[in-house]
């Protein structure tokens, strides 16, 4: 029975002390059918578009920057598809601003701050695959269309987990809309 229970605990044990990440703000304006309507004030990322992304973005957090520093990570990772490629970006935490943020050294990153927006999202487990990525784009995308809701930018798929948690995964489609709220 002990020798059970240690085995239950060894096995469980990596799913209890994962690292907790700082999170990206946002303010929830409303929730509805599944979908959320949210404020994301302004952030610091850093971007790359195309092959090895994840790569040189983690070297960048690995201190591969003009102040040698580094940096933790946060959750979550945005992809997106575009014409030149794909594009991974990192939230910087948000102790950092546009003067205070350490500079990349590898010419394939770039360092700005996101705007003001808002945008629609909606969840979804597992691992992400190009199958769930387009079937919850168009879930969103219908449900928007369907309650008048203007889209105003591509699609991102923003990814909460580690690849080494195989339990309890988050991933959401985000797309940017024209939301007119009294702020």
Do not use: W
Not at 6 to 32: A, D, M
Not at 151 to 180: A, C, D, H, M, Q
């Amino acid at each position: 029975m002990v020798n059970n229970l240690f085995r239950f605990f060894f096995i469980i044990f990596p799913f209890l002390v994962y690292p907790q990440y700082e999170t990206q703000e946002f303010e929830l304006i409303s929730n509805f059918d599944g979908i959320e309507i949210r404020y994301y004030p302004p952030s610091m990322m850093i971007k790359h578009i195309g092959v090895n992304g994840f790569r040189n973005l983690f070297g960048y957090i690995s201190g591969k920057n003009n102040l040698d520093k580094k940096i933790s990570m946060t959750t979550p990772v945005h992809m997106l598809q575009t014409k030149a490629g794909s594009s991974m970006e990192f939230v910087l935490p948000k102790k950092f601003t546009p003067e205070t943020a350490p500079k990349p050294n590898n010419n394939k990153l770039e360092l700005y701050q996101s705007k003001a927006q808002y945008f629609a999202s909606i969840k979804y487990g597992g691992y992400t695959n190009s199958e769930k990525e387009s079937k919850f784009t168009n879930e969103l995308i219908f449900k928007l269309k369907n309650m008048g809701i203007v889209i105003n930018g591509k699609p991102k798929v923003l990814v909460y987990n580690s690849p080494y948690r195989f339990i309890n995964r988050t991933n959401e489609i985000l797309i940017p809309i024209i939301y007119k709220n009294k702020r």
